[in-house]
């Protein structure tokens, strides 16, 4: 199809278009009809395309229609998005892209938001986006007026809604959705609407339904809208409130939750196919394999031939140009003083200042003068010629900027002007103050109102800046500087190679560099632009650009002056205010010359409606600055189209492209001959990612149309490198980096010469590699390519490049494809910022976008799915997240444009506080490693050859052999506990066994060996007499922790019962934590429950009995007033075999599981620990445990009576109160062992951080603690343990006291660190390997290592082997496996109420499938290894260690890897200050994280990308779901260990109330 510019259509074949457009906007005439009619008025004038060579193809031209004059009169009001990234091409582009979408029918569980989150600011009270100052193109558009909706792309919802109710028959004019077949257009669309509000259950806002809208206010999830017929219209049901139908969940377990629903929601759109995978895959230091994109041999390649360089017409020096800039000004500014050199205008568009030549020379002197000797002495002057100034002036006060700078010129200083630094924190304004320090600036000039505008400290002076250099404020108005004596003169000498002046550019990364650009090239590019835009002296130019950087300071500032040209300056600030100004002072001033951004005229294009009088045929040139920006098209063909009618000529039009480094790179020369047609390109943008030019794609949607920016300016040559690796030239079909060659470029980055080196000093080299020119390039930061007739193409920046997948994508393209996501009224247009971060060998690419303040959620989150559509659509890349902030919260440069890199920096840690955000990396991430195959493990036909299996000494164990050891250890003659108890109470009863303290850490009370036993032989009568028990009965013990406890223990086996010891329900969490209880006593069936008489009291309480049922508790005995006789007889059992107690205990998954310890396994047990600890009655040991189950309620009940020594008992609770109890007991009474629980540690490194000094003070010491042991069940959390022990070093702790034990339900304590032995070692494994269920050693520090501790020594009579959990086969030595047991204070089974026999012989009786068969083992469900260490035991033989990994329960098979919550964890907590804690689980084989938010919820959504980034990259794993909770929320057991599967029913249950839960993509 034709250009319209080279189409000429009559008039009123024009007019007779736009009718047609009309009717069908309005609905009078169908699509196919306007189709016809319309090929039917334009055919006649359609010339007939020839066939071409694909070389020739950039001739061809963009398909825009002709009558597309016509639309942009008709949208011209709506603002509805950036017009600099317009084009009608794109839009359709972008709406066929979402309309394929739509049948793939995407469904995306919106995220859900608590309701403090979510309150929107009152418009009242909001403020629009502050654009002060801006050139970068950004900012609200002109006069923030509420933009009526756009008529193209989507109506919105309201619209549409009310229309379709109101039964109208017009059909939508939306080119999105596709074409409805005939019917009436209100159906069709009410049809659309119902299938758009896809309503899932409602959470109960206070708003009630709107039922006539057929929106709810429930959490509507996006369902891409179904075609539906358009005659019928579905009958919906009104969404049920309360509970979601039931569902089932991947289980088929019917869950009622929407949770779950979201998820299956989420599951079943990841079940789509995801983007073909990637082929082969690199070895990544080990066999975990991360993909890496392979060359596909079918993707586009370059073919043309290699280009040849291009060079400029000759630079023609006319006689009399100056030989300088100077004297260029002296000149005018004698021969024509009153000439005009600059007109400023105020915020009305008046004239405010007329700067002539001659005032320019005068006062340029003066301060050139004043500078070079007013400042410091006369002997030491504060600057040389030579020396570097800053120069900071504000964007709308030109003038004094240009009399500063000549000034500087003049006085041979060299000037870096730089923005105004508004606070002392601006983006970007640190980096600035580094350029400023590198290049040694001490003195920076300013203007009197600027001086007074900035920030000021308390006695009046300026603040020092953030990262700024010292610097002394010289204000250049004239009133302030003396006159230079008659006989002064500056030295005006021709251009030379002196520095001229240093202008600053932002690089990608945040740092800012100074190019430097010497006299001479500032001379040869003033004459060169003069030549190339054919200045005259005396024409006018209007101005709009900033003035002190870029175009606007080569045109307005510099060869404005060579030519004694007038400058009509536009401040930002007016434009804001008018957008129409520049258009004015054109056609005021009848100006020759404009130079405007694609934005200013975009504004214009906005405002243009109310001017009459506007004649723009003065014009012979239009600059537009930012031309070589590939979306600036749009906006110029707008422009033109709108514009034509108002006498501007279409070869006005001049694009240039410009870069710091090149400065002028290219522009289109202004010609007289309108029949020469700009050139146009139109690429694929597939083929621009391999970075090809393909002219047409089969995919017509996405391609790129960019316009030429003229040729290769006068005296300069230009080629094309690639623009990674070596400068090789590029084909002529193929995009690189443009390379200039002139001497009007800068030549160095101030200070830095190895990236001078690399960027001015290029030598590109042709395929023979040999250098083309032994001069050297400059690289312009410009991607794109030289065609036809020597035109240069941009199409992309090289700071904008993203590499993705092999892939390159432009930052630029991206925002104009959400840009082109209708509708736009939930962003602001131009406040994107598009960047990349590499996440996992890749870069992923990230769009943030403000979003207005009366959006609603699922508002913004319906536009963002479509812009992730969109982007998927068009660039075939997935955009890894996508964040909405809140408006006026981007961190700006000072022109008003979003300042990327700072934007980046505070995306990364977490500070950007983004208000909607939507993370894709199931879609993006597409390099994990595959999924693991399981190898056969070694099965029996492998060599055995005595104790090796194969090559590798078996992985076996064992403690001390209890039957060898020789010792006086009275109590066993005695079979059992209770025998033992009555030995004491007869040999020693004034012994004190037990003492109990309380929050203030004095003695609560105590028990002798006497008081004991006659406690519990009272406790026995009252249990003969009121409970009427049989012996062999089960008794619910339900106490405090204390001396009640163990007194009633022991009257229930003096009575012949079997106790078990259960925490009592807590006071204040009855409803939680009272049907435990009722659940245990019921499962362990026990036939009474004694307990004291206040939990007697919580047990009949009202609030008991809202929770359980109270009737069906068995009798309930008070042990407070017991009976004062003593039973006949005590209970002796016939057989040391039978039950002595059962242990009950919750799991960490949340399996209550009891087992029965035999009094032979009791007694052994306490032997060993007598035997690990060397107990002696003479010891004192101190206990902070609960007594309730494991470990635990033996040092706390049992153990005393065994061994003599006298316990001291620290109820944990009692520290809640009081942090620093237990240590000052420890020290108190001088104790060498002592037990406690990683809660209490946790709570002491916490509670106590801060207090070591004054508890030294009160006289805390720690030097006599021997052993400091942590009772768990679990790897050691050896992060806390080092933590405490360098917390209490400085109160005499020995950091090699503290150590751990560790236990399970089969074996209550399998090690134990004890007294003598080598000390716990550590030994650092590969993550990595672990995961393939692999042990592999690597030393500390190195990536990917995970330090584990030995769990203490393994205890007298207990012997381990490692041994595979499938095969049950033994391992070798440092392989991972289950840990078996074998010992004499095994539990003998589990106590369940079916009696599951199967489950238990396999947990406690299991055989190894080769090798020793014939030994029992007891199976702890743990996985481990077992490493022989250097170490020599106190047997004198090789110590072996045993690592404990983590539970198979709580193992997550993920992509057949295992994986250990912790590890995922611990990995979080570390990626965000405001992380407390953090739990795992999966769920339908998604990982669903919790983290705990301390910090205000604005924070809740900035975890979200960053959880995700953290998990990928350290555990190559994709997070489900994140979900951010209150501190508090993740359930904790007494031993400090998480409930993760409680946490996992709380949140498919929707219990949690959490801030933010995040479905990722």
């Excluded at 520090?1341 to 501790?1349: A, E, R």
Aim: aromatic share 6%; glycine share 8%.
């Amino acid at each position: 199809m034709a250009d319209r510019d080279t189409l000429p259509l009559p008039l009123e074949v024009r007019a007779r278009l736009a009718e047609l457009e009309l009717e069908l906007s309005e609905g009078d005439i169908t699509q196919k009809g306007y189709e016809k009619k319309r090929s039917k008025l334009i055919g006649a004038y359609l010339p007939k395309p020839p066939g071409m060579e694909p070389s020739m193809g950039q001739e061809r031209r963009t398909p825009v229609t002709p009558s597309s004059s016509s639309r942009y009169h008709r949208r011209r009001s709506s603002g509805s998005r950036d017009e600099r990234y317009r084009s009608d091409v794109h839009t359709e582009a972008v709406q066929a892209a979402l309309a394929k979408h739509k049948e793939r029918k995407m469904a995306v569980p919106m995220p859900s938001k608590r309701r403090s989150l979510v309150v929107q600011t009152s418009m009242e009270a909001y403020t629009p986006p502050d654009t002060s100052s801006g050139s970068e193109g950004e900012g609200s558009g002109p006069a923030n007026g509420t933009p009526t909706s756009s008529q193209e792309g989507s109506i919105n919802m309201e619209h549409w809604i009310s229309r379709a109710i109101h039964g109208s028959t017009t059909s939508s004019t939306t080119s999105s959705s596709s074409t409805h077949s005939g019917g009436s257009g209100a159906a069709s669309r009410l049809a659309d609407v119902m299938a758009h509000a896809h309503l899932s259950k409602s959470e109960n806002h206070s708003a009630p339904p709107d039922v006539t809208g057929y929106t709810n206010t429930t959490d509507s999830i996006l369902m891409e809208r179904p075609q539906v017929s358009s005659n019928t219209v579905p009958n919906r049901p009104v969404p049920k409130y309360g509970n979601a139908e039931l569902m089932e969940t991947g289980d088929g377990v019917p869950v009622s939750s929407r949770v779950s629903a979201k998820i299956q929601q989420l599951v079943n759109t990841l079940k789509r196919p995801k983007r073909p995978p990637l082929r082969e895959f690199f070895v990544d230091d080990f066999e975990e394999l991360l993909e890496v994109q392979q060359p596909d041999p079918n993707l586009p390649k370059p073919e043309g031939a290699q280009m040849i360089s291009m060079r400029g017409e000759q630079l023609g020096v006319v006689t009399n140009w100056p030989p300088s800039l100077e004297a260029a000004l002296q000149r005018w500014g004698t021969i024509s003083p009153k000439a005009p050199c600059l007109t400023t205008m105020d915020t009305n568009g008046k004239p405010l200042y007329i700067l002539t030549y001659g005032k320019l020379w005068s006062r340029s002197m003066k301060v050139a003068y004043n500078i070079l000797h007013k400042l410091g002495s006369k002997q030491e002057p504060m600057l040389r010629p030579g020396d570097r100034v800053a120069l900071v002036f504000p964007n709308n006060d030109p003038a004094a900027f240009m009399v500063a700078f000549y000034g500087c010129l003049l006085a041979e200083v060299v000037p870096v002007p730089i923005e105004v630094p508004l606070t002392r924190k601006d983006a970007g304004s640190q980096q600035i103050g580094f350029l400023l320090g590198s290049c040694g600036v001490t003195v920076a000039l300013t203007s009197d109102a600027c001086h007074k505008g900035l920030p000021k400290g308390p006695t009046g002076e300026i603040p020092q800046f953030k990262g700024w250099p010292k610097l002394l404020w010289f204000v250049t108005e004239s009133k302030h500087l003396s006159k230079p004596p008659r006989d002064w003169f500056p030295h005006i000498k021709d251009a030379n190679n002196d520095t001229a002046y240093i202008e600053y550019k932002t690089c990608k990364d945040g740092s800012v560099l100074g190019v430097t650009v010497m006299r001479i090239a500032l001379l040869t590019h003033c004459q060169a632009l003069t030549q190339s835009c054919g200045y005259t002296e005396a024409e006018t130019i209007v101005n709009v650009l900033d003035f002190k950087k870029d175009v606007g300071l080569w045109h307005g500032i510099l060869t404005s002056v060579m030519n004694m040209m007038h400058v009509i300056s536009i401040p930002y600030s007016l434009m804001k205010v008018n957008p129409l100004s520049w258009i004015q002072k054109v056609c005021q001033y009848k100006a020759k010359v404009a130079c405007v951004k694609s934005r200013d005229m975009h504004w214009a294009l906005v405002a243009h409606r109310d001017q009459r009088d506007i004649s723009l045929c003065s014009l012979r040139m239009l600059v537009v600055a930012d031309g070589s920006n590939p979306w600036s098209i749009s906006s110029c063909d707008a422009f033109l189209n709108v514009f034509q009618s108002k006498g501007l000529k279409p070869e006005v039009i001049c694009p240039c492209a410009s870069s710091p480094e090149a400065l002028t790179v290219a522009i289109r020369r202004p010609t007289d001959d309108s029949n020469q047609p700009p050139g146009r390109g139109v690429l694929s943008m597939q083929g621009l990612s391999h970075g090809v030019i393909r002219v047409d794609s089969e995919e017509k949607l996405s391609v790129l149309t960019v316009q030429d920016v003229g040729t290769v300016m006068p005296g300069a040559l230009m080629c094309v490198v690639r623009p990674e690796g070596v400068p090789q030239l590029c084909r002529t079909d193929e995009i690189g980096e443009m390379c200039v060659c002139s001497i009007a470029t800068g030549t160095s980055y101030y200070g830095l010469s190895g990236m001078t080196k690399n960027t001015f000093e290029v030598f590109p080299m042709n395929s023979n590699g040999a250098p083309i020119s032994e001069y050297p390039f400059t690289r312009t930061g410009l991607l794109g390519f030289v065609g036809p007739g020597g035109l240069a193409f941009i199409a992309g920046k090289m700071d904008g490049l993203m590499v993705v997948g092999g892939r390159r994508h432009n930052a630029d393209d991206i925002v104009a494809t959400a840009l082109a996501v209708e509708p736009m009224k939930f962003v602001y247009r131009g406040r994107i910022a598009v960047f990349s971060i590499s996440v996992l060998h890749d870069e992923r690419i990230v769009v943030v976008a403000e979003q207005r303040p009366d959006s609603t959620e699922e508002d913004s989150f319906q536009w963002m799915s479509r812009v992730l559509q969109a982007i998927d659509g068009i660039h075939q890349v997935g955009v890894y997240c996508l964040a909405l902030v809140p408006s006026n919260t981007l961190p700006k440069t000072p022109l008003g444009g979003i300042h990327l890199s700072e934007t980046k920096q505070l995306f990364l840690e977490g500070s950007l506080h983004p208000c909607n955000v939507l993370m894709c990396p199931h879609t993006c991430v597409t390099n994990l490693p595959k999924p693991r195959q399981k190898q056969p493990e070694i099965g029996p036909a492998s060599v055995m050859v005595g104790n090796l299996v194969s090559g590798k000494r078996i992985a076996q164990a064992s403690g001390r052999d209890l039957a060898q050891i020789e010792d006086n250890d009275q109590a066993r003659k005695f079979l059992f506990l209770s025998e033992v108890l009555q030995w004491r109470a007869q040999t020693t009863p004034e012994h004190v066994l037990y003492t109990l303290l309380n929050s203030r850490g004095t003695i609560a009370s105590s028990l002798t060996c006497v008081q004991l036993h006659k406690r519990a032989e009272k406790i026995a009568a009252m249990l003969a007499e009121r409970g009427h028990l049989q012996d062999g009965d089960h008794v619910a013990l339900v106490y405090p922790p204390g001396i009640d406890l163990i007194a009633a223990f022991y009257g229930c086996l003096y009575a012949g019962c079997v106790p078990i010891t259960v925490r009592p329900p807590h006071p204040q969490n009855i409803a939680t934590t009272l049907p435990t209880v009722k659940m245990i006593v019921e499962v362990s069936r026990s036939a009474c429950v004694m307990t004291s008489q206040v939990i007697c009291k919580l047990l009949r309480s009202k609030e008991a009995s809202a929770a359980v049922d109270v009737r069906s508790w068995p009798p309930v005995l008070d042990t407070d007033d017991l009976p004062k006789k003593k039973p006949p007889l005590l209970y002796k059992p016939s057989n040391p075999d039978t039950l002595a107690y059962l242990d009950f205990s919750v799991s960490t998954t949340g399996m209550l599981a009891g087992v029965k310890m035999s009094h032979t396994a009791t007694s052994a047990f306490c032997r060993s620990i007598k035997l690990q600890c060397e107990l002696y009655p003479s010891r004192e040991v101190a206990i902070c445990l609960d007594p309730y189950c494991g470990l635990g309620f033996v040092l706390w009940c049992l153990c005393s009576v065994y061994s003599g020594h006298q316990s001291i008992l620290i109820p944990p609770s009692e520290l809640e109160v009081n942090p620093a109890l237990w240590l000052l007991a420890v020290s108190q009474y001088k104790v060498r062992d002592t037990f406690c629980s990683y809660s209490v540690m946790e709570l002491c490194t916490k509670g106590l951080g801060l207090q070591t000094e004054s508890l030294k003070s009160r006289g805390l010491d720690l030097s006599r603690v021997r052993t400091c042991v942590v009772v768990a069940e679990e790897r050691p959390r050896i992060a806390l343990t080092q933590s405490f022990s360098k917390l209490f070093k400085d109160l005499g702790l020995h950091p090699r006291a503290v150590s751990t034990s560790f236990g399970c339900r089969v074996n209550l304590a399998i090690c134990l660190q004890g007294t003598s032995g080598p000390d716990p070692t550590t030994v650092f494994v590969d993550m990595r390997a672990l995961r393939h269920d692999r042990v592999r050693l690597v030393e500390r520090g190195s990536p990917h290592s995970l330090p584990l501790m030995e769990s203490g020594k393994i205890l007298p009579g207990v012997r381990i082997i490692i041994a595979n959990p499938e095969t049950k086969g033994p391992l070798g030595d440092s392989h991972l496996g289950e840990i078996w047991v074998h010992s004499g204070h095994n539990a003998s089974g589990y106590f369940t109420v079916y009696g599951d026999e199967a489950l238990q012989s396999d947990h406690f009786n299991s055989r190894l499938s080769f090798g020793d068969t014939h030994s029992l083992w007891a199976r702890t469900g743990y996985l481990g290894f077992l490493r022989r260490t250097e170490l020599t035991d106190a047997s004198g033989e090789r110590h072996d260690a045993l690592y404990v990994v983590g539970a198979l329960d709580e193992a997550m098979e993920l992509r057949g890897m295992r994986y250990h919550p912790i590890d995922i964890e611990t990995s979080v907590i570390r990626t965000h200050k405001s992380i407390t804690e953090c739990a795992v689980f999966t769920w339908t084989n998604l990982l669903v994280v919790v983290v705990e938010l301390d910090g205000s919820e604005q924070e809740a959504l900035d975890l979200v990308p960053l959880v995700t980034n953290v998990v990928l990259e350290e555990h190559y794993l994709i997070v489900g779901v994140v979900v951010v909770v209150d501190i508090g929320v993740i359930p904790i057991n007494s031993r400090g260990e998480k409930q993760r599967m409680h946490l996992r029913d709380g949140f498919l249950a929707d219990q949690l109330d959490p801030i933010y839960v995040a479905y990722n993509m």
